[in-house]
């Protein structure tokens, strides 16, 4: 089977043309967004009694966001392994890989860095911890 690039974008787009307007995900948030405000301004009481649905709806999302944002990752390092099987594998690879945990590593040092020194001087201006810092400098 041969990759021509650009083929399941063109798919993809044929697809989504021929589907229904109403089933489209961006027409169903706008109408849901539409019947939210209908409800809260013409029957306010209804739209209270619905609260306890809001709410289990934003605690399910909270709980699933973490894993979302974890598999994405996940599929974009996976995706990023897959490249370096293909022939034509891009120049630097390894070397990007590099570039990017050596960020991490800085970016880690000077968090903790800066954790120290706010932990150390408080709003006051005085040394507040056990260290052996003699206030600002």
Partial sequence: MTH???????????????????????????????????????????????????????????????????LTIIGGIAGIAGVADQPCEPPGLGTWGRQVESYGVVAGALRRAAAILRTCFSVSGTCTCTCTCTGPA
Avoid: C, H, S
């Avoid at 690039?5 to 109408?31: K, S, T």
């Avoid at 289990?56 to 909270?62: N, Q, S």
């Fill in 4 to 70: 021509t690039p650009g083929n399941g974008r063109a798919e993809q787009a044929a697809r989504i043309a021929a589907e229904p307007w109403y089933r489209q995900l961006y027409v169903q948030v706008l109408v849901a967004i539409v019947i939210g405000i209908v409800l809260g301004w013409r029957w306010p009481d209804l739209a209270t009694d619905m609260e306890p649905i809001g709410t289990t709806f934003i605690t399910a999302m909270k709980m699933l966001i973490g894993p979302i944002v974890f």
